[in-house]
């Protein structure tokens, strides 16, 4: 069994596709996916039924799906009987691959947690905000806006300390490192384990570069993929 986490795959089902194939990812394996499913790419209904398909993949909430959950709010509570009528929008605002938009994945859409957080690590979407202590505030007090549209703690110079590995996205890593690569910050010098790095961006930003990457939380590794 290996572990994997990745973001803003951008509705990039082809490469999300290629870069599983790369992994050889199995029943056996998990991957969790950071957020940002929707938008930009060429198939992001599709990637996200495909998503919702696997029950070893996790996936938490990103600024794109909860951008399209306020507009599915804001139809229901102008037209909340008219159940086919706001289906029919909900498909136009995907406008690529919209007739694939079923009610299922809308409730999948919106059951999306805005974190996961387990012993060694927390996944979230763009950051979280630290104390004067550079400590996490308990995130069931931080509010979702927060954790998807975090402006600050993609900077190289904001590093948590003692706290779990956070894995996230939101901001393309090239607009920090110049590359297209995942990047990584370690607490040691040769980390042998998740919670041996205070953060990893992981936002590739696939659909304008065409490269997809992953992490392997066993192997301490980035996988990559491109068209």
């Not at 947690?113 to 996490?136: D, K, M, N, S, W």
């Not at 393309?172 to 910050?185: F, H, K, L």
């Amino acid at each position: 069994m290996s572990r994997y986490v990745l973001s803003d795959p951008h509705g990039e089902y082809g490469l999300f596709c290629k870069l599983l194939e790369k992994i050889k990812f199995s029943d056996r394996d998990e991957m969790i996916v950071c957020g940002d499913i929707l938008d930009k790419g060429s198939e992001p209904v599709r990637l996200a039924k495909f998503v919702f398909s696997m029950p070893n993949i996790r996936c938490i909430m990103g600024n794109h799906e909860y951008q399209f959950l306020k507009f599915y709010w804001s139809l229901m509570q102008d037209s909340p009987e008219d159940f086919d009528e706001v289906l029919a929008k909900l498909q136009a605002y995907h406008q690529r691959d919209g007739h694939l938009l079923d009610w299922e994945t809308v409730d999948k859409l919106e059951s999306l947690p805005p974190y996961l957080e387990e012993r060694e690590f927390i996944c979230v979407h763009a950051g979280i905000p630290l104390t004067a202590q550079r400590r996490f505030p308990p995130l069931s007090e931080v509010s979702v806006e927060q954790l998807i549209y975090d402006r600050n703690f993609k900077e190289p110079s904001v590093l948590p300390q003692g706290e779990p590995c956070v894995f996230f996205g939101h901001t393309p890593t090239n607009y920090v490192g110049n590359r297209s690569d995942i990047i990584t910050y370690p607490k040691v010098d040769a980390p042998k384990k998740v919670s041996d790095y205070c953060k990893i961006h992981l936002d590739t930003g696939a659909c304008m570069t065409g490269i997809m990457g992953c992490f392997c939380m066993d192997t301490l590794q980035s996988v990559y993929v491109g068209k």
